[in-house]
């Protein structure tokens, strides 16, 4: 089967109609089946430019929320299939290569086939995607979705998280947000993280006038000061939830393939673990207030509020 093939497979393993429906300003979007709809679990979706940290960020913050008692289960939204390799010590096939070993007939598949048990009884999925240049990564979450359904995977869980690609424009990055309650942003300290974030806030804001998403607030990742996320935050009325400086503790947790919960106690280790257990916490309760609304700016605002000329 060819490559373009496989989309039409994909459009209707995922129970996607064929109609386009009008999804926030200029947009057209495809709409997930009232079937597919993720009830009982508080939903979060993570976003953030492409190598920002939302993988680290959402594994450990798993891990957190296990640490709390709550059954997890993590999602990982690209190709790559690294999202839930911390908390499992691999790379796990995704979705879409195990549909492709049964042709596409998701009947024969059992949830040990793309469900596997990583740190503390999280539950780790890889949705996967199609292939590079050939469809869009929102089918793929879809079908993801209504296997879990289908197989009672989140009739036992208290919490998922979806890690969702860096590209705002994809279709990958949108369709989470027809699930999620609050979106969580991770950033860094810098420009073009920041410019990424806005991006990201008027993408969520769009979303929110149709589904129930809201915005929770950004991370500061990666970075030894918050001035600037701080300066945007106050500028757009936005809420900086948590700092995780760039320590080394966190490069050797990957390199590892654990979580932070996993590593051997040191005073940055015991710090980071600390702010993920806060994170964890207040993103759970965040679910019982109204989100955060900021007003993104234009682009010529961003350039002049950090410093550009």
């Not at 359904?149 to 279709?171: A, N």
């Amino acid at each position: 089967m060819s490559p373009r093939d496989e989309i039409p497979n994909l459009r209707a393993a995922a129970g996607l109609g064929s109609d386009l429906g009008r999804d926030g300003e200029g947009s057209v979007q495809v709409h997930q089946d009232a079937d597919t709809k993720i009830e009982g679990a508080k939903v979060f979706s993570v976003y953030g430019k492409g190598g920002i940290g939302k993988s680290t960020t959402s594994s450990n913050l798993s891990a957190a929320f296990s640490m709390m008692g709550k059954r997890v289960l993590q999602i990982g939204c690209d190709p790559k299939h690294d999202s839930t390799f911390t908390l499992t010590g691999r790379l796990q096939a995704t979705v879409i290569d195990i549909l492709k070993e049964v042709d596409f007939h998701p009947e024969e598949l059992r949830p040990e086939d793309y469900v596997a048990i990583g740190f503390n009884g999280v539950k780790c999925v890889e949705a996967g995607g199609p292939p590079a240049g050939t469809g869009c990564g929102g089918y793929v979450v879809g079908q993801t979705v209504k296997l879990l359904k289908q197989h009672h995977m989140l009739e036992d869980t208290d919490v998922v998280i979806f890690d969702v690609l860096g590209d705002v424009v994809c279709g990958g990055f949108a369709a989470p947000l027809q699930h999620a309650d609050r979106a969580l942003i991770v950033t860094a300290n810098d420009f073009d993280s920041i410019y990424a974030m806005n991006r990201i806030i008027a993408a969520v804001q769009a979303k929110s006038s149709n589904y129930k998403v809201q915005l929770a607030g950004c991370v500061a990742n990666r970075s030894r000061e918050t001035n600037e996320v701080d300066r945007y935050c106050d500028r757009v009325g936005f809420n900086r939830l948590a700092h995780m400086p760039d320590i080394d503790a966190i490069r050797r947790s990957r390199l590892k393939k654990k979580t932070l919960f996993e590593m051997d106690d040191d005073e940055d280790v015991v710090m980071a673990r600390a702010e993920y257990m806060k994170l964890a916490s207040t993103l759970w309760q965040s679910v019982m207030k109204p989100g955060s609304t900021p007003a993104p700016l234009p682009d010529r605002e961003i350039f002049e509020l950090l410093g550009f000329d």
